[in-house]
Nanobody
Framework: VQLQASGGGLVQAGGSLRLSCQAS????????MGWYRQTPGTERERIAQ???????RYADSVKGRFAISRGNTRNAVFLEMNNLKSEDTGIYYC????????WGRGTLVTVSS
């Protein structure tokens, strides 16, 4: 399965962006979908995830500002990012776990201060 992320771009600090991720096919074995972020000089970090049962987790760095949601099928996930900060700048990767892990190619988010 391929994951296609979109919605990245350039935004001013305090602004908002919405990321979308679409899997190429329905994954009936999907357990969790979510987003990782890699900022300059750091390792990739999981920032949000949502299970097929609806359980949601966030990294402390994005709690209260980001919101993850799913589409009506098991193959889409979204990330609403509000009150963006310069430290949110990075590449955002869509991620799916269903028996094995799948990764999208990443979408760049740049927050200007």
């Amino acid at each position: 399965v391929q994951l296609q992320a979109s919605g990245g771009g350039l935004v001013q600090a305090g602004g908002s962006l919405r990321l979308s991720c679409q899997a190429s096919r329905n994954m009936y074995t999907t357990e969790v979908m979510g987003w990782y972020r890699q900022t300059p000089g750091t390792e990739r970090e999981r920032i949000a995830q949502i299970s097929t049962q609806g359980s949601i987790r966030y990294a402390d760095s994005v709690k209260g500002r980001f919101a993850i949601s799913r589409g009506n099928t098991r193959n889409a996930v979204f990330l609403e990012m509000n009150n963006l900060k310069s430290e949110d700048t990075g590449i955002y990767y869509c991620w799916l776990r269903g028996g094995r892990e799948f990764w999208g190619r990443g979408t760049l988010v740049t927050v200007s201060s």
